[in-house]
């Protein structure tokens, strides 16, 4: 959800009330910083007048006069280009006052000159360093050059004469007083002496590069100002003193700027700024909008910090609203940050970049309004909220990313990451993490971003039905494929070993089945694409492991193991016998909601379905008959199903029934009379069920396969699932739940 910030109700009085233009103005009082000055002999330090009106606004159009009441002491320059700068020199040491009037009114400062040092201190000194060093310097730009005095110790020593030479005045000049001007193209070197051996050499750079604005665009109030900056692209984005610009606008009637670069909104309209100097030219349009009443801005301020990666971006959203909550599309927010070093932001795009983890403040200003959060720059991990993935095809997963800290704790939401699939045969994935299954197999998803990052999640894309299958070779392998595309199966094992009874796990990825591969008869668990194989138990080859089952998390597997039903975690640790009866137990069926087994126990009295928790406990019959009773399966609701042998000795077939056991009705009948099921499974949701079927077929038995429908028009209508050469039958299928 959107955050909305309104504007003070004060401040739109205030906006109604302002003049069309401000031109008109009358100065009643001048304010002068600093306000006290400390310079050395023959060094200079500048001094910012601004005038205000009766109201409280700059008068932009104010026009200043500068004197020293002592010129032997301090002397006081400005130029036509700035006349709200003054410029302080050093003459000789005592204390002057410098006074700027604007008509009748005037303001002054307190100059104290001293015998000239870039940091005053005591003791003798033992290094002599001039800053800045180097020095990048544009045709005729000046800059002034500071010379410190340093003890042994590394503090600020007494300070004494400096005298400044060029090594190469064609490059670059310098005067007594430090002040450095470049000449021509090329590399020049500043030379400082301070006497007793104590000398320093500044490289000085001189360029004809371009400048430009550090803004694309200006966007204002009616009466609201900002300050422009100019810098140097080809420099690292070197600001230009404003002082050294000459300022102008097209328009005056929309906006004005001042001597200082501060550019003042008008009236409605669009106009340039326009700066010039070292026979270069910058242009910055200016739009001058209706007054902002309301911010609507994403992230939300009020939902906490916001956390960027290092070296990676979160992009801020700012829309501006008037007074009738209609958007300002030419508006755009002044963008203020605390701490530079730890976060940049670009200005067209208000994407915040991550550049020192640390924590600081990020300002979005409007003409009165403002929203401010706090921003945090975290270490680069990321992580996917899901380390595997089944699906069908054409389902759609949608996965997602989180900066996370060194311990794997979570941050926040991980943005700006590039999703790719290295298998696009098998799953795709789009610029915002959701996976589309295409094809049976296989795939990793990876997310990775631009500080070279990278997580991996592992996508298996699966039929809706696994089956145990024979080729014309009788060897039995297992298949997977949907009911609406029984035409094609993929083939998940392909060996001489058999596989027979799987299972996919509840979430799609992996597949317990029965085989003979690895010795004896045990329980293997594999990848969904028949990757990874491993033995689940370490029991002797000679005893006997089936049916593996998985309980509702996926986390372990139930089974029958010689005459008794075990459990074990999916890593193969901690097995754990359930059953010890004296009779056969085994056939397995987990609940729905984990809490319960059912199994099939064969005694002297015959077979019949038991029940009992999922540690064991409470081991009790369903109900005892005389009919054989068999592998129990569980519809979603709750209800168990199971095989039940009917008929006569001669005539006995098997029907799947099911019972309520919240009610303990009556069993009802699942599958059609005159129709012996040897296997069946039942379908995630319930309303399907797929079950095979021996048939005599040129005097040879065959498993065929059925899926039926329990609800709608097609309700207990069985349909054949053709043999695709090679394969000729079917055995175990299992819906995947």
């Not at 026009?63 to 006081?76: D, E, I, K, Y």
């Not at 009866?581 to 199994?599: H, L």
Request: net charge negative.
């Amino acid at each position: 959800m959107v955050n909305r910030i309104a504007a003070p109700a004060a401040l739109l009085t205030l906006l109604n009330l302002l003049p069309s233009a401000t031109l008109a103005q009358t100065v009643v009082s001048l304010q002068v910083a600093p306000q006290t000055v400390e310079v050395g002999v023959g060094e200079r330090k500048s001094l910012l007048v601004t005038a205000y009106d009766s109201r409280g606004n700059v008068v932009p159009a104010a026009r200043f006069s500068w004197s020293s009441t002592q010129p032997g002491v301090a002397r006081v320059e400005s130029t036509p280009a700035t006349p709200n700068i003054g410029y302080v020199i050093g003459v000789s040491e005592g204390v002057a006052r410098i006074l700027v009037q604007v008509g009748a009114i005037s303001e002054a400062v307190t100059v104290s000159v001293t015998r000239g040092c870039g940091i005053p201190g005591t003791g003798d000194a033992a290094q002599l360093q001039v800053v800045p060093n180097p020095v990048l310097l544009l045709l005729t730009e000046e800059r002034v050059l500071e010379a410190r005095f340093i003890r042994a110790d590394g503090g600020p020593a007494s300070c004494g004469r400096v005298s400044w030479r060029s090594l190469r005045a064609e490059v670059a000049a310098v005067d007594q007083q430090g002040h450095v001007i470049g000449i021509t193209q090329g590399n020049g070197v500043i030379e400082a002496n301070g006497g007793a051996g104590l000398v320093d050499r500044v490289v000085v750079q001189v360029t004809t590069d371009s400048f430009r604005f550090r803004r694309d665009m200006l966007s204002l109030s009616p009466a609201e100002d900002d300050t422009v900056v100019v810098v140097v692209p080809a420099q690292s984005n070197r600001p230009i003193a404003n002082r050294e610009l000459q300022w102008a606008v097209t328009n005056p009637d929309v906006a004005l700027v001042s001597t200082s670069g501060v550019v003042t909104g008008l009236t409605e309209g669009s106009t340039e700024v326009i700066a010039r100097a070292f026979a270069k030219t910058a242009r910055m349009s200016v739009v001058v909008h209706r007054p902002i009443r309301f911010l609507e801005v994403l992230p939300r301020p009020d939902e906490g910090t916001v956390f960027i990666p290092l070296n990676g971006s979160v992009t801020f959203d700012v829309r501006m609203l008037d007074a009738s909550d209609v958007l300002i599309e030419e508006a755009r927010p002044s963008w203020v940050i605390e701490d530079r070093s730890i976060i940049t932001i670009d200005q067209a795009t208000a994407k915040v970049t991550g550049r020192k983890m640390g924590t600081t403040r990020l300002i979005a200003r409007a003409r009165g309004v403002e929203a401010t959060w706090d921003v945090e720059v975290v270490g680069p991990n990321i992580t996917i909220d899901r380390r595997r993935v089944g699906m069908s095809k054409g389902e759609q997963v949608s996965l997602r990313a989180a900066f996370v800290d060194d311990d794997g704790n979570r941050l926040a939401d991980a943005n700006d990451l590039t999703w790719t699939s290295l298998a696009s045969d098998v799953a795709i994935v789009d610029a915002r993490g959701n996976v589309t299954g295409v094809g049976f197999g296989g795939a990793r998803i990876v997310a990775s971003s631009a500080w070279g990052e990278a997580d991996t999640v592992e996508v298996f894309v699966q039929g809706q039905l696994l089956v145990a299958g024979y080729d014309t070779e009788g060897v039995p392998d297992l298949y997977t494929f949907d009911p609406d595309s029984v035409m094609v199966m993929v083939r998940i094992t392909d060996d001489v070993a058999t596989e027979v009874v799987a299972r996919y796990s509840p979430d799609g990825t992996r597949i317990a089945y029965v085989s003979n591969a690895l010795g004896g008869i045990k329980i293997l668990v594999i990848d969904a694409d028949g990757s990874d194989q491993r033995r689940l138990t370490h029991t002797p080859d000679s005893i006997l492991e089936d049916w593996p089952v998985w309980t509702p998390d996926g986390s372990r597997i139930v089974y029958s193991s010689g005459s008794s039903i075990w459990i074990i975690n999916v890593d193969g640790s901690n097995p754990r016998q359930l059953t010890s009866t004296g009779t056969w137990d085994n056939q397995p069926a987990v609940s729905p909601d984990g809490t319960m087994i059912a199994y099939q126990s064969t005694g002297r009295r015959g077979a019949d379905i038991h029940l009992m928790s999922i540690d064991g406990q409470q081991q009790r019959p369903l109900r005892e008959t005389s009919e054989l009773e068999m592998a129990p399966a569980w519809f979603p609701d709750g209800q168990l199903a199971y095989l039940s042998q009917q008929g006569s000795r001669r005539n006995q077939i098997q029907i799947v029934m099911r019972v309520d056991l919240t009610t303990g009705g009556t069993p009802t009948r699942v599958t059609p009379s005159g129709i012996s099921v040897q296997g069946y499974t039942i379908s995630a949701d319930g309303n399907t069920v797929a079950f095979t079927v021996q048939e005599q077929v040129n005097r040879r038995p065959m498993r065929k396969l059925f899926i039926m429908p329990l609800t709608g028009a097609a309700a207990g209508i069985p349909v054949e699932v053709p043999p695709v050469p090679p394969l000729q039958q079917f055995f175990f299928p299992a819906f995947r739940r």
